[in-house]
C-alpha cells in the first residue's frame, strides 16, 4: 500500500472554484445553444451570452468570498506538507481575492461590448476564468514547477482571447505576436529556472534560499533568465515592444481584462520569488531592478506623449506604472512591498475604468480608438466624460485619487530606504505624464464635438464597472484607510496591504 | 573561478553536441549515387506515394488531431495509475474519475460543436 499524501484540497479551494466555473460554462453554452426557449424565454445570442457572464460573475464572486475569508483567518496552509506545491496565505489569498475582483468586473464589463462587436459566445467567459484560475495558481505557487504551471495556464487563455475577434486582422496580429514573443519568454524563464535547479537541487523556493551560491555564476546566469521571462510578462522596458501592438489590436475589453490582471499576478508572484527564494541575492538584485524601473519610467512615459490612439497611449501608460511598481521590488523592504500591492489595487481600479470608457463607446463593430474622437464629449455623453476625466486623473497622480496614494506610498519607500534619484526620476516623468493624461479631458471638455457616431446609451454592466470603478479610485485617494462601504463597514485597505506582505517578514 | 570555468565547459559542451550531431550526419550519410526515381521516392519499398508531400492540409486534420492529443494524455496518466491501482487502494479510484470526468466534458463540447463532424 502507498500512503495517500496527506493533501489539504482547501488550499485550492478558490482556484477549483473558478475552475469549476470555466468548466460550467463550456457545458452550459453547449446545453443553451441547442435549447429554444429556457424557462419561457427565447434563447438568443444576447441572452446565452447574459447568463454566461450571470455564471462567471457567481463563480468569481464565490471566489472573493472564499479567498476573503481565507485572508481574515491568516495563518498558512501548504496543499501537500511533503511537497509543499502551493501555500495558501495571507499573500496569496489577498492576492487572490484582488484577481477575482478585477475578473468579475472584466466579466460585467464585456456582456454588451461582445454584442455590439458580435463576438458574443461563451467560451469567451470561460477562457477568462481558465486563465484566472492559471494567475491564482501562480501567486499561491511555492515552487518553480508550480510557477510555471500557473504562468502557462495563465498565457495560453489570454493569446486566445487577444485574437478573440477573429475576423478582424489586428486582432489575429495581435494574437499571433503575443503569443510568439510570450512563449519566447516562457522559454527563457524555463531554462533559467532549469539553472536554478541546477544550482540548488530543487524546485521549491526552500530549496532554492537553502541552496542558493551566490558566488556560482550559472545562479546568476538562472536568476537573470527568470527575471526576463517575467520582464516580457509585466512589459519592463527593453522587453515591452510587444504591449502596445497587442493592446492595440485586442478587443478592448480583453485589453482591459488582461492589462490589469496579468500584472497583479506577475508582479505579486516576482514579491513571492524576491522574498521567499532570492532572498540572498537581494544585492545584485537591487541593481537590476533599479536600472529596469527607471528605464520603464522614462521610456513609457515618453512614447506615451506621441500617441494618437488611446488604446497605445494606456498600453504606454500601463509601461510606465510597472516602471513605478518596481520600485517596491528595488526598496526590498516591507514598506515597499506593501506599497506595490496598494499600488497594483489602485491601478486595477483607474485602468479597468479607463478601458471601461473606451469599451463603452464601442459602436457596432468598431472600437473608439483615436485620442481626437474623444473630442466634446463631456457635450454628448456628460456622464462618462466625468468618469474618464477622473481616471485619467488618477493615472496622472493627481492628490485627492487611488493613483495619487498609490505613487505617494511607493515614493515615500523609495526615501525610506534611500533610493534618491529613482524617486527624483520617478516625480519629473509624473510630471511628463501629466501632459498626455490631460490631454484626453482637454478635449473632452473644451472641443467641439466631431461628427463621430458613439454609442448614445450605457449597458448596465458597463455603467456599474464605471461607477465601481470611479468610486473606488475617489475612496482609496481620499481615505485609504477607512473605505467607506453600506454593507461591511469602514475598510482598511492599507491595512489589508500591511498584513497580506507582512508573512514574508516574519510577522 | 572553478566555476567560471563549469559554466564555459556548459557552454561548450552545448555548441558541440549539436554541431557534432550535423556534422556527423553529414558525413555518416548515404546519399542515392544514381538520380534514379525509384531511390529518391519517399518510400524506398512500400506505398507508392500519390502526389507531392507539400500541399495544403485541410485545418479539420488539426482538430482531429487536437482531440487525439487529449486522449493520448489521459492513456499516459492511465497506463501507470492501472498498474498501481492495487497498492493506491481507493481513493485513486475517485481521483482518476475527477481526471477522466474532466476531459470527457472537453470531449463532449468538442463532440457538441462538431469538431469531428467531417463535411
Same mark, same amino acid.
Not at chain 1, 470555466?22 to 424557462?39: P, W
Not at chain 1, 458580435?118 to 514547477?145: F, K, P, Q, W
Not at chain 1, 481584462?257 to 532572498?279: D, E, P, Q
Not at chain 1, 500601463?318 to 516591507?334: D, E, F, P, Q, R
Given at each position: 500500500?502507498?500512503?495517500?499524501?496527506?493533501?489539504?484540497?482547501?488550499?485550492?479551494?478558490?482556484?477549483?472554484?473558478?475552475?469549476?466555473?470555466?468548466?460550467?460554462?463550456?457545458?452550459?453554452?453547449?446545453?443553451?445553444?441547442?435549447?429554444?426557449?429556457?424557462?419561457?424565454?427565447?434563447?438568443?445570442?444576447?441572452?446565452?451570452?447574459?447568463?454566461?457572464?450571470?455564471?462567471?460573475?457567481?463563480?468569481?464572486?464565490?471566489?472573493?468570498?472564499?479567498?476573503?475569508?481565507?485572508?481574515?483567518?491568516?495563518?498558512?496552509?501548504?496543499?501537500?506538507?511533503?511537497?509543499?506545491?502551493?501555500?495558501?496565505?495571507?499573500?496569496?489569498?489577498?492576492?487572490?481575492?484582488?484577481?477575482?475582483?478585477?475578473?468579475?468586473?472584466?466579466?460585467?464589463?464585456?456582456?454588451?461590448?461582445?454584442?455590439?462587436?458580435?463576438?458574443?459566445?461563451?467560451?469567451?467567459?470561460?477562457?477568462?476564468?481558465?486563465?484566472?484560475?492559471?494567475?491564482?495558481?501562480?501567486?499561491?505557487?511555492?515552487?518553480?514547477?508550480?510557477?510555471?504551471?500557473?504562468?502557462?495556464?495563465?498565457?495560453?487563455?489570454?493569446?486566445?482571447?487577444?485574437?478573440?475577434?477573429?475576423?478582424?486582422?489586428?486582432?489575429?496580429?495581435?494574437?499571433?505576436?503575443?503569443? =510568439?514573443?510570450?512563449?519566447?519568454?516562457?522559454?527563457?524563464?524555463?531554462?533559467?529556472?532549469?539553472?536554478?535547479?541546477?544550482?540548488?537541487?530543487?524546485?521549491?523556493?526552500?530549496?532554492?534560499?537553502?541552496?542558493?551560491?551566490?558566488?556560482?555564476?550559472?545562479?546568476?546566469?538562472?536568476?537573470?533568465?527568470?527575471?526576463?521571462?517575467?520582464?516580457?510578462?509585466?512589459?519592463?522596458?527593453?522587453?515591452?515592444?510587444?504591449?502596445?501592438?497587442?493592446?492595440?489590436?485586442?478587443?478592448?475589453?480583453?485589453?482591459?481584462?488582461?492589462?490589469?490582471?496579468?500584472?497583479?499576478?506577475?508582479?505579486?508572484?516576482?514579491?513571492?520569488?524576491?522574498?521567499?527564494?532570492?532572498?540572498?541575492?537581494?544585492?545584485?538584485?537591487?541593481?537590476?531592478?533599479?536600472?529596469?524601473?527607471?528605464?520603464?519610467?522614462?521610456?513609457?512615459?515618453?512614447?506615451?506623449?506621441?500617441?494618437?490612439?488611446?488604446?497605445?497611449? =494606456?498600453?504606454?501608460?500601463?509601461?510606465?506604472?510597472?516602471?513605478?511598481?518596481?520600485?517596491?521590488?528595488?526598496?526590498?523592504?516591507?514598506?515597499?512591498?506593501?506599497?506595490?500591492?496598494?499600488?497594483?489595487?489602485?491601478?486595477?481600479?483607474?485602468? =479597468?475604468?479607463?478601458?471601461?470608457?473606451?469599451?463603452?463607446?464601442?459602436?457596432?463593430?468598431?472600437?473608439?480608438?483615436?485620442?481626437?474622437?474623444?473630442?466634446?464629449?463631456?457635450?454628448?455623453?456628460?456622464?462618462?466624460?466625468?468618469?474618464?476625466?477622473?481616471?485619467?486623473?488618477?493615472?496622472?497622480?493627481?492628490?485627492?485619487?487611488?493613483?495619487?496614494?498609490?505613487?505617494?506610498?511607493?515614493?515615500?519607500?523609495?526615501?525610506?530606504?534611500?533610493?534618491?534619484?529613482?524617486?527624483?526620476?520617478?516625480?519629473?516623468?509624473?510630471?511628463?505624464?501629466?501632459?498626455?493624461?490631460?490631454?484626453?479631458?482637454?478635449?473632452?471638455?473644451?472641443?467641439?464635438?466631431?461628427?463621430?457616431?458613439?454609442?448614445?446609451?450605457?449597458?448596465?454592466?458597463?455603467?456599474?464597472?464605471?461607477?465601481?470603478?470611479? =468610486?473606488?479610485?475617489?475612496?482609496?485617494?481620499?481615505?485609504?484607510?477607512?473605505?467607506?462601504?453600506?454593507?461591511?463597514?469602514?475598510?482598511?485597505?492599507?491595512?489589508?496591504?500591511?498584513?497580506?506582505?507582512?508573512?514574508?517578514?516574519?510577522? | 573561478?572553478?566555476?567560471?570555468?563549469?559554466?564555459?565547459?556548459? &557552454?561548450?559542451?552545448?555548441?558541440?553536441?549539436?554541431?557534432?550531431?550535423?556534422?556527423?550526419?553529414?558525413?555518416?550519410?548515404?546519399?542515392?549515387?544514381?538520380?534514379?526515381?525509384?531511390?529518391?521516392?519517399?518510400?524506398?519499398?512500400?506505398?507508392?506515394?500519390?502526389?507531392?508531400?507539400?500541399?495544403?492540409?485541410?485545418?479539420?486534420?488539426?482538430? &482531429?488531431?487536437?482531440?487525439?492529443?487529449?486522449?493520448?494524455?489521459?492513456?499516459?496518466?492511465?497506463?501507470?495509475?492501472?498498474?498501481?491501482?492495487?497498492?493506491?487502494?481507493?481513493?485513486?479510484?475517485?481521483?482518476?474519475?475527477?481526471?477522466?470526468? &474532466?476531459?470527457?466534458?472537453?470531449?463532449?463540447?468538442?463532440?457538441?460543436?462538431?469538431?469531428?463532424?467531417?463535411?
Amino acid at each position: 500500500m502507498i500512503p495517500a499524501p496527506d493533501l489539504n484540497l482547501s488550499v485550492l479551494l478558490p482556484i477549483i472554484l473558478v475552475a469549476i466555473g470555466s468548466m460550467t460554462i463550456l457545458m452550459g453554452e453547449v446545453l443553451l445553444s441547442r435549447a429554444d426557449t429556457v424557462l419561457g424565454r427565447e434563447v438568443t445570442e444576447s441572452f446565452i451570452g447574459t447568463v454566461l457572464a450571470g455564471t462567471a460573475i457567481f463563480f468569481f464572486a464565490l471566489t472573493l468570498w472564499a479567498s476573503g475569508v481565507a485572508f481574515a483567518g491568516g495563518g498558512v496552509q501548504v496543499f501537500n506538507p511533503d511537497n509543499p506545491m502551493y501555500q495558501l496565505d495571507p499573500f496569496s489569498s489577498f492576492v487572490t481575492a484582488v484577481l477575482a475582483l478585477s475578473a468579475l468586473l472584466s466579466c460585467a464589463l464585456s456582456i454588451t461590448y461582445l454584442s455590439e462587436l458580435r463576438i458574443n459566445h461563451g467560451e469567451y467567459y470561460a477562457l477568462i476564468m481558465l486563465s484566472a484560475s492559471g494567475m491564482m495558481l501562480m501567486v499561491a505557487a511555492v515552487d518553480l514547477i508550480a510557477v510555471f504551471l500557473g504562468l502557462e495556464l495563465m498565457s495560453i487563455p489570454i493569446y486566445v482571447l487577444a485574437g478573440f475577434d477573429r475576423r478582424k486582422l489586428r486582432s489575429n496580429e495581435s494574437a499571433l505576436k503575443y503569443f =510568439l514573443i510570450g512563449s519566447f519568454a516562457s522559454a527563457i524563464l524555463l531554462y533559467g529556472m532549469a539553472l536554478l535547479y541546477g544550482v540548488s537541487g530543487g524546485t521549491s523556493f526552500e530549496a532554492l534560499r537553502a541552496g542558493f551560491d551566490a558566488d556560482n555564476p550559472m545562479a546568476l546566469v538562472g536568476l537573470g533568465l527568470v527575471v526576463v521571462g517575467f520582464a516580457f510578462k509585466i512589459s519592463m522596458v527593453p522587453f515591452h515592444q510587444w504591449t502596445p501592438d497587442v493592446y492595440e489590436g485586442a478587443p478592448s475589453a480583453v485589453t482591459a481584462y488582461m492589462s490589469v490582471t496579468v500584472k497583479v499576478a506577475a508582479f505579486a508572484t516576482l514579491i513571492r520569488l524576491l522574498a521567499m527564494a532570492f532572498g540572498p541575492l537581494e544585492a545584485s538584485l537591487e541593481t537590476i531592478f533599479w536600472v529596469l524601473s527607471a528605464l520603464t519610467i522614462v521610456v513609457g512615459n515618453i512614447m506615451a506623449i506621441i500617441q494618437e490612439n488611446v488604446k497605445r497611449m =494606456l498600453a504606454y501608460s500601463s509601461i510606465a506604472h510597472a516602471g513605478y511598481l518596481m520600485i517596491g521590488l528595488v526598496t526590498g523592504t516591507i514598506e515597499g512591498y506593501s506599497a506595490m500591492i496598494f499600488y497594483l489595487i489602485a491601478y486595477t481600479f483607474m485602468n =479597468l475604468g479607463a478601458f471601461g470608457v473606451v469599451v463603452a463607446l464601442a459602436n457596432r463593430g468598431n472600437d473608439c480608438e483615436r485620442i481626437a474622437s474623444f473630442a466634446g464629449l463631456a457635450r454628448t455623453r456628460p456622464g462618462l466624460a466625468a468618469v474618464m476625466a477622473l481616471f485619467m486623473l488618477s493615472l496622472a497622480g493627481i492628490p485627492g485619487t487611488a493613483g495619487f496614494m498609490g505613487k505617494f506610498k511607493i515614493f515615500m519607500a523609495a526615501v525610506n530606504s534611500g533610493d534618491i534619484w529613482l524617486l527624483i526620476i520617478g516625480v519629473l516623468m509624473s510630471v511628463v505624464s501629466v501632459y498626455y493624461y490631460l490631454r484626453i479631458p482637454v478635449l473632452m471638455y473644451m472641443r467641439e464635438p466631431e461628427d463621430e457616431s458613439h454609442r448614445t446609451e450605457i449597458a448596465s454592466g458597463e455603467g456599474a464597472v464605471l461607477v465601481v470603478c470611479a =468610486l473606488a479610485v475617489l475612496a482609496l485617494g481620499l481615505f485609504p484607510n477607512r473605505v467607506p462601504t453600506l454593507l461591511f463597514g469602514d475598510l482598511d485597505v492599507l491595512d489589508w496591504a500591511n498584513r497580506s506582505v507582512g508573512m514574508f517578514f516574519g510577522g | 573561478m572553478d566555476q567560471w570555468v563549469a559554466a564555459a565547459g556548459f &557552454v561548450a559542451v552545448a555548441i558541440i553536441v549539436p554541431v557534432s550531431m550535423l556534422v556527423g550526419a553529414k558525413l555518416l550519410a548515404v546519399t542515392a549515387k544514381s538520380s534514379s526515381k525509384l531511390k529518391t521516392m519517399t518510400y524506398e519499398c512500400g506505398e507508392e506515394p500519390e502526389g507531392g508531400a507539400w500541399l495544403q492540409f485541410h485545418p479539420r486534420y488539426y482538430l &482531429v488531431a487536437l482531440i487525439f492529443v487529449l486522449f493520448d494524455i489521459e492513456a499516459v496518466f492511465l497506463f501507470p495509475w492501472a498498474l498501481a491501482i492495487e497498492e493506491l487502494g481507493g481513493l485513486a479510484i475517485v481521483d482518476m474519475l475527477i481526471f477522466v470526468l &474532466v476531459l470527457l466534458l472537453g470531449w463532449g463540447y468538442a463532440l457538441r460543436k462538431g469538431a469531428l463532424k467531417w463535411q
